[in-house]
């Protein structure tokens, strides 16, 4: 006997209290579709929602469907992700729009998915008759992009800039840099300030060959956020899809939809935010152990020192118990001199963050 073959459904759930026609339509469609179906069984995202850990669940759900079905209508954040998920892991595609809704078909037309077809949802029957004539595809990632003929999970970065220039992205986005440098990896920024309008396939490409995929979220409050992290949401998807590591970082409190809630890095300040990113690529890009002449890593252990500052007699170890003789210990050097000269004087101080990289961060900016 055939296996049966699945349909997932994503749509925006039910608001408490509040009625929803697509809902409604979705779960009616789902019933009625099963009770004559041999073939396939079609499920919903809801039949997952008792689980210990929902968001896995829901994306080995659409691991093991063959067909994945999806309300639009609400462009909902879980839903885009999902949608992203699916057709990364080359899923047959079908999506809905209930266009009576004022605004719908409009907002889908001037969005980064307008070239995928949509089905029009309005009860039932219509979405019944989707699937019994397959109106769905596999194939509009093919259109976008070869990526057969793409070097996959390569060891570089592919970071989606926050599409405000806060404090945090300014920190964050600087971070990167000197990090990339410092280790020799390559990184790939998208940067909407600076290109308003990339293509689909440049987004495919890069994800595809990346090994780390960072995005970084528009906090709730913020003008065009909800378009903004519904197109972060989308990429995220098919970064998950694609199997790479991926970390989205978004200011507190950040109302993180449940698919990729566990993924997502909420932070009060720049501080916090560049420390949660550097334990992702330090675990990521460990530092290689440093090898002898014949090969062998160097150990290093902690050993006492024979002499400390007091057997060497210039003395005491901590400076605070001999302040009333610190001024006796003073050497004036040439570089004491010249700077008593100096004209003028630029005091830098930098966040605790940038400890390691203070050097190259100060000497980049002309600071001294």
């Known amino acids: 006997m055939a296996s049966i073959k699945k349909i997932f ?3 925006q759930g039910r608001r408490s209290g509040k009625a929803d026609e697509n809902v409604d339509a979705i779960k009616h469609a789902i019933s009625e579709y099963n009770s004559h179906q041999k073939t396939y069984k079609a499920e919903s995202w809801e039949e997952y929602t008792k689980t210990d850990f929902i968001s896995q669940s ?17 462009f909902n954040h879980n839903v885009l992700f999902e949608i992203g998920y699916a057709i990364a892991k080359n899923k047959y595609i079908v999506i809905f729009l209930n266009e009576k809704i004022e605004g719908v078909a409009e907002r889908y037309h001037n969005s980064f998915l307008k070239d995928i077809k949509y089905q029009e949802l309005t009860n039932s029957q219509s979405i019944q008759k989707a699937f019994q004539n397959k109106d769905y595809n596999n194939d509009w990632m093919q259109k976008c992009v070869k990526l057969d003929t793409l070097t996959p999970k390569s060891k570089g970065i592919f970071y989606i800039e926050s599409q405000q220039p806060n404090q945090a992205s300014l920190d964050l986005t600087e ?8 280790k020799s990896i390559s990184i790939v920024t998208e940067n909407r300030s600076e290109v308003q309008y990339r293509p689909i396939n440049w987004y495919f490409s890069n994800i595809y060959q990346a090994k780390i995929i960072l995005v970084h979220f528009l906090g709730s409050n913020n003008i065009d956020s909800f378009k903004a992290n ?38 009060q300040d720049s501080g916090q935010l560049i420390e949660e990113v550097e334990k992702l690529l330090d675990e990521k890009y460990p530092t290689p152990p440093k090898v002898d002449e014949t090969g062998e890593d160097i150990k290093y252990e902690e050993k006492e020192q024979e002499f400390n500052l007091l057997k060497l007699g210039v003395g005491c170890e901590i400076a605070e118990h001999e302040r009333e003789k610190l001024l006796d210990y003073f050497v004036p050097t040439f570089s004491y001199d010249k700077a008593k000269e100096a004209r003028s004087t630029i005091i830098t101080q930098t966040d605790r963050f940038y400890a390691k990289f203070s050097c190259k961060f100060i000497l980049n900016n002309r600071l001294c």
């Open 175 to 182: 971070y990167l840099n000197l990090y990339t440098q410092d």
């Open 58 to 74: 829901v994306l080995d759900a659409i691991d093991n469907c063959t067909i994945f079905a999806s309300d639009l209508t609400y």
């Open 9 to 11: 459904f994503a749509y």
């Open 230 to 267: 519904a197109f972060n949401s989308f990429w995220s998807g098919i970064a998950c899809g694609f199997g790479r590591d991926v970390l989205l970082v978004a200011p507190a409190k950040y109302k993180a939809p449940l698919d990729y809630y566990d993924i997502m890095i909420q932070y």
